[in-house]
């Protein structure tokens, strides 16, 4: 007599849409993870914090702490004279990867299937970059307090008012969380890295300082040149500011080009964040892969 077969359990188990956002969310790190290029990125950014606190008591007569703004200065890896953050500009590969690779090479469907559907699929890679995004941020300006902490102390230099550094911390983590959904979104409206990167990095150096110059000359409309979204996202990052003497503050506020408060700044720039991820979102939905 033969052994009988177990019996099949033929019931369907639903998955939630939580729960399928949640595997999205972990198969995305898991691919970016897994790639050398992502410890890579992230160790040149520890690296350059760390050297930046170690340069903190450069310049300083023993006893003088350094200024709380050349410290937000220091975690923002220079955002605002260089009109974004040298770790944004880092990051770029892995902000416009996930989407890029797999819209260029064809997997993208392969990647609907397992992650149960392209909305879901876009969602995770925008959490996932966002919060790469912030940790990177907050990683890199922990390491530029420690090590500034330590160069101090060695050098006889008084430790800076770490509390003022806050608020410009603050700007930095949001504009580094809402960078890579600009980036992923960008590429999926573009469909092209090359072209995305170009258009992510000449905008914000370039081509918001000409719109700012144009709208400043249009009858009624020298109001909107201060709300353009990465003008609003350096005047976030430039809450620090106000700890500096007038002609500095009015150095910084040249370099920043908005005249929006820190407040309104991270408000609009996290809206823009906001309106770019949901065209991105439709772009990537509605549009076929190649």
């Not at 897994?34 to 340069?55: E, H, K, N, Q």
């Not at 008012?161 to 573009?190: D, E, K, N, R």
Request: charged share 10%.
């Amino acid at each position: 007599m033969k052994p009988s077969s177990p019996a099949l359990d033929s019931r369907l188990i639903p998955v939630t849409r939580a729960i399928a956002l949640q595997r999205a969310v972990r198969y995305e790190w898991r691919h970016l993870a897994g790639l050398r290029s992502t410890w890579v990125l992230l160790a040149a950014i520890a690296a350059l914090s760390l050297v930046a606190g170690l340069t903190a008591p450069v310049g300083l007569a023993e006893g003088t702490p350094p200024s709380s703004w050349s410290m937000v200065t220091a975690f923002q890896m220079d955002a605002i004279s260089m009109q974004l953050p040298l770790s944004a500009l880092l990051l770029m590969p892995l902000a416009t990867g996930p989407v890029s690779t797999e819209l260029s090479r064809g997997t993208a469907r392969t990647t609907w299937l397992t992650l149960a559907g392209r909305r879901t699929a876009f969602a995770a890679k925008l959490m996932v970059g966002g919060g790469i995004g912030a940790l990177s941020a907050l990683g890199g300006a922990v390491l530029v307090a420690l090590s500034a902490t330590a160069a101090l102390a060695l050098s006889g230099r008084a430790q800076p008012a770490w509390a003022q550094t806050l608020s410009g911390l603050f700007g930095y983590v949001i504009f580094m969380a809402c960078w890579p959904v600009i980036a992923a979104s960008t590429v999926a409206l573009i469909r092209n890295r090359i072209a995305a990167a170009l258009l992510l990095i000449l905008w914000p150096l370039l081509g918001e300082r000409i719109a700012g110059t144009l709208l400043r000359l249009a009858p009624g409309m020298e109001a909107v040149a201060g709300w353009l979204p990465f003008g609003a996202g350096r005047a976030a990052m430039a809450a620090g500011s106000r700890t500096l003497p007038e002609t500095d503050r009015a150095l910084v506020e040249a370099f920043v080009g908005s005249e929006l408060s820190s407040g309104t700044g991270t408000a609009v720039f996290m809206g823009f964040t906001a309106v770019m991820a949901a065209l991105g979102a439709w772009s990537y939905v509605k549009r076929d892969a190649r």
